[in-house]
């Protein structure tokens, strides 16, 4: 069986260290981007869901949390209905990395898509999203404290 999780990390760690030497420069260091960019995109939101869509644990997400509210990127603002509540939002200075962040994804995609047609390109990205709802119902099954059965 071809070794596909593998390809897949393997790619994946070679461009989160790419973008954590890069992104070094403006403070952002171990995936904190990821935060970021998905704070931009979802002004608001709580930490419980950031942790889901980037699929951490919570204390892994609050670490990250924590370090780019320190570095000024993010703050946090009490939920206006529930005060035990605090929504995420980025500052003028996570605004102003954003787009280079975003052009950073942008020139990474057309590096690891170079070569393959239009065609090629959306069948790779529906058959990875299929893969990732497929590890999800595990991902989520573990979270809740049960064990897969080998």
């Known amino acids: 069986m071809n070794e596909i999780l593998r390809e897949i990390g393997m790619i994946a760690r070679a461009l989160d260290s790419i973008s954590n030497i890069e992104f070094k420069?403006?403070?952002?260091?171990?995936?904190?981007?990821?935060?970021?960019?998905?704070?931009?995109e979802n002004p608001g939101i709580i930490q419980e869901k950031l942790a889901e869509l980037i699929k951490v644990d919570r204390t892994t997400a609050a670490r990250?949390?924590?370090?780019?509210?320190?570095?000024?990127?993010?703050?946090?603002?009490?939920?206006?209905?529930?005060?035990?509540?605090?929504?995420?939002?980025?500052?003028?200075k996570g605004i102003?990395?954003?787009?280079?962040?975003?052009?950073e994804n942008v020139h990474s995609n057309s590096v690891a898509l170079a070569g393959f047609s239009e065609s090629e390109t959306e069948t790779i990205f529906h058959l990875l999203q299929r893969v990732r709802k497929n590890v999800e119902v595990d991902w989520e099954f573990v979270k809740k404290g049960n064990k897969r059965v080998y």
């Open 96 to 103: 102003r990395v954003f787009p280079i962040i975003k052009r």
């Open 25 to 40: 420069e403006f403070d952002l260091t171990k995936g904190q981007y990821l935060y970021l960019v998905r704070i931009c």
């Open 64 to 92: 990250a949390i924590r370090n780019l509210e320190i570095n000024g990127f993010i703050e946090k603002r009490d939920d206006e209905l529930n005060k035990k509540i605090n929504r995420l939002f980025p500052t003028e």
